[in-house]
Nanobody, 127 residues
Framework: QVQLVESGGSLVQPGGSLRLSCATP????????ISWFRQAPGNEREGVSC????????YYSDSVKDRFTISRDNAKNTVFLQMDNLKPEDTGHYYC????????????????????WGQGTQVTVSS
């Protein structure tokens, strides 16, 4: 059974930092590319970042580039999303997502396709 368990979401002030974790028990993490998606109320789910099975060629959406950093520790079956200089627009429910293969797909930013989703963790950026 595929499990992706997000944690680390919280209320944070603009300009602050937060680190999200995605625990992945039950499968071999280094066989899969992992993505982070988010969804704000009234908006579509959007891709935030994606990392290949060995951390090659990470991708970021334009809105978070240079502020967020994705990383992974395959031995510990965990993926991280370091979020710095947070903005109110970053508010949303953040999801850890397992892609079909080892590399991030061309359409990694889109929510469709053959992917598995965690339940998510809430991030709220407000003063």
């Amino acid at each position: 059974q595929v499990q992706l368990v997000e944690s680390g979401g919280s209320l944070v002030q603009p300009g602050g930092s937060l680190r999200l974790s995605c625990a992945t028990p039950g499968f071999i993490l280094d066989s899969y590319a992992i993505s982070w998606f988010r969804q704000a109320p009234g908006n579509e789910r959007e891709g935030v970042s994606c990392t290949s099975s060995w951390g090659l060629g990470p991708y970021y959406s334009d809105s978070v580039k240079d502020r967020f950093t994705i990383s992974r520790d395959n031995a510990k079956n965990t993926v991280f999303l370091q979020m710095d200089n947070l903005k109110p627009e970053d508010t949303g429910h953040y999801y850890c997502v397992r892609n079909e293969g080892k590399f991030c797909p061309v359409d990694w930013e889109k929510p469709g396709g053959r992917r598995d989703w965690g339940q998510g963790t809430q991030v709220t950026v407000s003063s």
